[in-house]
């Protein structure tokens, strides 16, 4: 065999491997026996089991932070006339690219939201809410220069509003929701917290 095509073997079979089993239970000896490769086979392309679940994992991880990050940035860069006109449907619009690529590469998501314990990426919504919370207040901050009256919300108070959305969505992907469903639950769980966030902010 080529050692492309070896190690292609490698990863499907640890792609395999953690899902049955999560990364904490997995195990190199089996990878390689389903890959038909010996353990010392494995160790010539990944120095140990966090390098191949990284592998599999870290590309489009990475990419939909990074992606999540600039969009929020951009946003930053309005006016705060135009943050509060268009808030809804720049992020619906951010929403539906978010699910779409997360269904692009859904086993990688689904070996990070389900079977990541005892990675680095066992916290990877967690990170993804760093960067919600962080720019929530931004988008408060742009209100009240407009002169409105909001009520002041802790970081307690944003980390679980905004928590109790990112799991929720990533729940289409812990429950297997087919594609088309997961993009209607999206939408209907962004109609219900963007009537609460106006709520709590006092916006028509």
Not at 47 to 75: G, I, T
Not at 145 to 153: D, R, W
Not at 179 to 198: P, Q, V
């Amino acid at each position: 065999m080529s050692d492309e095509s070896t190690q292609r073997r490698i990863l499907d079979a640890g792609k395999a491997e953690f899902l049955n089993k999560g990364y904490e239970n997995a195990s190199l000896r089996n990878i390689a026996q389903k890959a038909g490769v010996t353990t010392g086979a494995i160790y010539g392309y990944y120095p140990d089991k966090a390098a191949l679940f990284a592998a599999l994992v870290s590309e489009p991880a990475n990419y939909l932070r990074s992606w999540y990050f600039s969009v929020q940035r951009e946003f930053d860069t309005y006016p705060a006339e135009y943050k509060e006109k268009q808030m809804h449907d720049y992020t619906s619009h951010a929403l539906e690219e978010f699910i779409n690529y997360i269904y692009l590469h859904f086993d990688a998501f689904k070996l990070v939201v389900c079977h990541s314990a005892g990675t680095e990426y066992e916290h990877y919504i967690d990170s993804l809410l760093e960067i919600e919370i962080e720019h929530t207040q931004r988008f408060i901050d742009a209100l009240r220069s407009m002169g409105y009256n909001i009520p002041s919300i802790d970081d307690d108070m944003n980390h679980i509003l905004s928590g109790a959305f990112y799991y929720g969505i990533f729940e289409t992907v812990a429950h297997d929701m087919p594609r088309e469903r997961a993009i209607e639950y999206i939408r209907t769980l962004n109609k219900f917290y963007s009537a609460g966030w106006d709520t709590i902010l006092g916006l028509k």
